[in-house]
């Protein structure tokens, strides 16, 4: 027997579980897609605003070229001024501050270990204390007298050209100890997560281990995936990725002079840049958005000089390796370890190779490569030299 919604009391239906459940799910139903349009239109602005035209915005989000006119000339304005009236609003009335003291008894908790985390009081277990670091009194975070200026050793010779595992060892530390500190630096570098619970980071107390600029110089040197891989002339605050203005003037002027017809090894001796920074830059897709399509496409258009080219073909050498490991592929071709790593790190940029899941993962090609040599004619007897029929 059916029931009519009707002639449920009010009070019973509100407190029905399916309906708080069909309540929530709505809810983050439109939260998230209240988020999903926000990050649209914060790509559309990223690209309008480093110089692409709308039809250029279209191709790149396949969007529909009108909708991303009227985002550009009407939604945008409106929103931008919109969201940003509304955050000083609730800043005005203290909401933030309200967030931070409404939190659950286990978030509480966490804040109060944060809390302590940044004034330099280590609230976890003694057994699981970063490395390099040791604790005080009162779990207080010190620096181990030996282990400390051990790491630092190991960082200093990272940034002189030391493969990581070797540095490692040499300094008695594990390697993929050395790897998961560079992927995530954030405490070594004095920092600790924000005990607000916004997300980014905040200063510590603890004694910094790894200076910013060091760690920079060793991103340049190595070809990782930090906190998610950073190209040159981006930076990291917090979780987002900022383009640095200093940095982004140095790409431009690479592809200005490159449009001149300039061969690598001058561009990189005007800009006081490596001649293997600036071939990467050239090469690296990621930048088309700083300089603009048009710019892009005229430098790719230079001839290759003779130096450029040995690059090219050790990437089509490598490529004729594949399936294989790195290591493998260094005794076939003869090259260093950190001349392999970045020619695999620009294929697979180009989304031509990626690597197998775990430490010894093979690289495999992702594109065929098409042989490009001629068939050899096969020598046709000459009829002179036919036998003739008697």
Do not use: C
């Not at 290591?327 to 031509?352: C, F, N, P, Y």
């Amino acid at each position: 027997m059916s029931t009519d919604l009707a002639e449920i009391p009010a009070k019973e239906l509100t407190e029905n579980v399916n309906h708080h459940k069909l309540t929530e799910d709505d809810n983050r139903t439109a939260s998230r897609d209240i988020i999903q349009r926000l990050k649209r239109y914060s790509d559309i602005a990223k690209l309008w605003v480093n110089g692409e035209a709308g039809k250029e915005i279209a191709e790149r989000l396949r969007m529909d070229k009108a909708k991303v006119s009227t985002a550009i000339n009407h939604e945008l304005p409106v929103i931008a001024f919109a969201a940003r009236d509304f955050l000083r609003e609730l800043e005005g009335i203290g909401y933030f501050s309200k967030v931070s003291n409404v939190k659950s008894v286990s978030g509480r908790g966490t804040r109060t270990k944060l809390e302590s985390l940044r004034g330099g009081i280590w609230p976890y277990s003694g057994k699981v204390v970063p490395k390099g670091y040791m604790l005080g009194d009162g779990n207080k975070i010190l620096v181990d007298p030996q282990k400390g200026p051990a790491l630092q050793r190991v960082f200093t010779g990272i940034m002189a050209g030391d493969i990581i595992g070797l540095a490692a060892k040499r300094q008695g530390f594990e390697p993929d100890d050395v790897y998961r500190i560079l992927r995530n630096p954030r405490f070594w570098m004095g920092e600790v997560p924000d005990p607000q619970g916004f997300g980014g980071y905040v200063p510590g107390k603890h004694k910094v281990l790894l200076d910013a600029a060091s760690w920079k110089k060793i991103q340049e040197k190595r070809p990782g995936r930090p906190l998610g891989h950073l190209a040159y002339g981006f930076d990291r605050k917090g979780r987002e990725e900022q383009l640095d203005s200093e940095k982004a003037d140095k790409i431009r002027r690479v592809f200005q002079e490159r449009s001149k017809r300039k061969p690598v090894e001058e561009i990189a001796a005007n800009l006081s840049l490596t001649y293997s920074l600036v071939y990467r830059i050239l090469r690296n897709p990621a930048y088309k958005k700083i300089v603009g399509a048009k710019l892009w496409d005229e430098s790719q258009k230079v001839h290759l000089s003779s130096k450029e080219r040995i690059g090219t073909r050790n990437e089509v050498t490598i490529l004729s390796l594949l399936p294989a490991s790195t290591g493998e592929i260094m005794g076939k071709t003869g090259l260093s370890w950190l001349a392999v790593w970045q020619h695999l790190d620009r294929l697979r940029k180009q989304g031509k190779v990626d690597r197998e899941p775990g430490p010894r993962g093979k690289w495999q090609p992702l594109i065929i490569p098409i042989n490009r040599q001629k068939p050899k004619r096969q020598k046709q007897p000459s009829a002179l030299a036919q036998p003739t029929a008697s």
